[in-house]
T-cell receptor, first 113, second 117 residues
Framework: AQTVTQSQPEMSVQEAETVTLSCTYD???????LFWYKQPPSRQMILVIR??????QNATENRFSVNFQKAAKSFSLKISDSQLGDTAMYFC??????????FGTGTSLTVIP | GAGVSQSPSNKVTEKGKDVELRCDPISGHTALYWYRQSLGQGLEFLIYFQGNSAPDKSGLPSDRFSAERTGGSVSTLTIQRTQQEDSAVYLC???????????????FGPGTRLTVL
């Protein structure tokens, strides 16, 4: 089975600053996807960014980027120029070829004005 | 509709009762997923449907849990003889097709918060 570990239950960042959320995973698969999801208080899960394991280039979506270290099985999320609307729970997740998603326990991020 | 909808948004029930949770996926989405999110936990993958069939039901926590999908659209998650540990938010998501074939983004519903007294 796959496991996803987020070791930072809570984090805070000053508005306009940069913050990095950590995620490690464990899998025996060679082909898989990795994701970061955002869940604001409304409970609506929103896809932030995704990474295909076979791609070496780190994914980037505007202010969000990842540092994908395949050998280390690490997949951190960097949020640049943090905004108040970034305050939410962030979940790291992996998807295996059997269409099973595995989620971490989440990191609660607070952006401080 | 514009997005994935779930009903009810909140459900309070007594221990031992059966409950049905409903998910309406985005029109045209062939894949549908159910997750459970317990307090302070991540999402636990329960089951997914491709069309009306569920290839793998091993994620369901116990035989009290069942799910079905009809007409390739609406899905219901049924929990029989509810227990207090079933209290959680149940999230549904849909996507255009099976992720293993080609990646399709999952769109999540707002969830149903189930409280078992």
């Amino acid at each position: 089975a796959q496991t996803v570990t987020q070791s930072q239950p809570e984090m805070s960042v000053q508005e306009a600053e940069t913050v990095t959320l950590s995620c490690t995973y464990d899998t025996s698969e060679n082909n898989y996807y990795l994701f970061w999801y955002k869940q604001p208080p409304s409970r609506q899960m929103i896809l932030v960014i995704r990474q295909e394991a076979y791609k070496q280039q780190n994914a980037t979506e505007n202010r969000f980027s990842v540092n994908f270290q395949k050998a280390a099985k690490s997949f951190s999320l960097k949020i640049s120029d943090s905004q108040l609307g970034d305050t939410a729970m962030y979940f790291c997740a992996s998807l295996n070829p059997s269409n099973q998603f595995y989620f971490g326990t989440g990191t609660s991020l607070t952006v401080i004005p | 509709g514009a997005g994935v909808s779930q009903s009810p948004s909140n459900k309070v029930t007594e221990k031992g009762k059966d409950v049905e949770l409903r998910c309406d996926p985005i029109s045209g989405h062939t894949a549908l997923y159910w997750y459970r999110q317990s307090l302070g936990q991540g999402l636990e993958f329960l089951i997914y449907f491709q069309g009306n069939s569920a290839p793998d039901k091993s994620g369901l926590p116990s035989d009290r849990f069942s799910a079905e999908r009809t007409g390739g659209s609406v899905s219901t998650l049924t929990i029989q003889r509810t227990q207090q540990e079933d209290s959680a938010v149940y999230l549904c998501a849909s996507s255009l097709g099976t992720l293993a074939v080609s990646y399709n983004e999952q769109f999540f519903g707002p969830g149903t918060r189930l409280t078992v007294l």
